[in-house]
């Protein structure tokens, strides 16, 4: 979550994880869903960047967009896993 301080890299990662796991119905805790939403972040901002979408960096709402579309892949591919 570039552009985003420690303090609200967690708070927006905390969110879009918690927003990801009510849509996906995952039972997830309050520190998996900060770590969802953070690593959601970086995946999402990954995968998009391969296809020429660049969120503003610091923007607290496109970090968090970003977040929930990487949480959401992540529990996707843990239930495709298992």
Sequence with gaps: MQGLGWIAAII???L???IASNIMKA????LLNIILGIV???VAN???GVFG???AAGS???QGFAGLIGAVILIWLKRAIS
């Excluded at 039972?27 to 309050?30: A, F, M, R």
């Design 40 to 42: 959601g972040a970086v």
């Design 53 to 55: 979408v660049h969120f």
């Design 16 to 18: 879009a994880g918690w």
């Design 27 to 30: 039972d997830t805790g309050l």
């Design 12 to 14: 927006v990662g905390g």
């Design 60 to 62: 607290w709402l496109a």
């Design 46 to 48: 990954a995968l998009l």
